[in-house]
């Protein structure tokens, strides 16, 4: 989960001075960009996927036939998982700035102010054995991401009220929220065949 260390990574800039007040409300003020992230990674719906299981299904099968994930559906998981990160981020203060949903950004790499950036360096090429055992390769993933995830929410609730005191966040904690959301985004886009390498 290191910096650089993935085809596509998630690049997080340091601690920054936080208004108290939207600090206080940052739960309500997420509020549409966490709707908007679910509707597109498919959280919390139980018969519609969203976009990123969607393309992520729709890849599966090309990469799987052509070994090699076409460029359209990569560049919309990697417009969800770019403004689901923002989100992420956003309600986890690790960011001040509000996620922005604008399509027209660049389609691999963000515009450079924000806070937030998703690299991509990959060239589509998939290996067929790991696309068909994607799922399988991801469970051990998915156990960690989950028991990392129980102590990202606590260190949240902790940053909340130093934040809220100091009206910045707390560096170790910062550093471990912004590692959390790298490992996952390294994962996501494993799983929906963003980037070929086995995650580290």
Do not use: C, K
Not at 64 to 76: F, Y
Not at 155 to 165: D, E, S, Y
């Amino acid at each position: 989960g290191r910096a650089g260390s993935y085809p596509v990574d998630l690049e997080i800039d340091e601690p920054v001075r936080q208004n108290r007040w939207t600090v206080l409300f940052r739960v309500i003020l997420a509020i549409p960009s966490q709707l908007l992230a679910s509707a597109l990674s498919g959280g919390g719906t139980s018969d519609a996927g969203g976009a990123m299981l969607t393309a992520g299904f729709l890849g599966w099968f090309a990469s799987l036939v052509r070994g090699r994930m076409p460029d359209g559906l990569r560049d919309l998981l990697v417009y969800t998982l770019r403004y689901t990160a923002q989100a992420y981020a956003y309600l986890f203060l690790v960011t001040p700035r509000y996620p922005d949903a604008d399509p027209a950004e660049p389609r691999i790499e963000l515009a450079r102010d924000h806070p937030i950036r998703l690299h991509v360096d990959d060239d589509l090429s998939r290996s067929r054995l790991t696309v068909l055992f994607r799922l399988l390769l991801f469970l051990p993933h998915l156990v960690w991401l989950v028991l990392w995830g129980i102590a990202v929410y606590l260190a949240v609730i902790a940053n909340w009220f130093v934040a809220l005191v100091r009206g910045r966040p707390a560096d170790p904690l910062h550093r471990f929220v912004a590692a959390y959301l790298r490992y996952w985004l390294h994962v996501q886009a494993f799983l929906y065949l963003v980037a070929n390498p086995f995650p580290g």
